[in-house]
């Protein structure tokens, strides 16, 4: 087991104490936060590119299955940033948590 993995379920931990029920968590090396996983929650990155249409596409997301099932039914309008009213939705890097932080760690 890696530090990171201790720390992702350290953090789920402590958000279930605080009443934030996750189905997972990602540890995101890029940014170095973690990424509890709701399912009312998406996280979103747009490509920097268009694709041949002119439309802006996605080129990451991070949902839970039930949400991505969802959304995968709804695919026509996550192209036009049209999501569902119930979710929350944040363009990475936002909605990330820093563990050591969170977590009152020390680096």
Sequence with gaps: MEPRHELLSRVRIR???QGV?????????TYNLIY???DNGVYIKWADNLDPDGKPYVQRLLTSPATDDSLNRNRYGLHNGIFPSH??????????IDPYNF???PR
């Design 15 to 17: 958000l279930w104490n």
């Design 21 to 29: 029920h996750t189905v997972g968590s990602v540890y995101d090396g």
């Design 87 to 96: 979710l929350t939705v944040y363009e990475f890097p936002d909605g990330g």
């Design 103 to 105: 977590l009152y760690l």
């Design 36 to 38: 509890p996983i709701r």
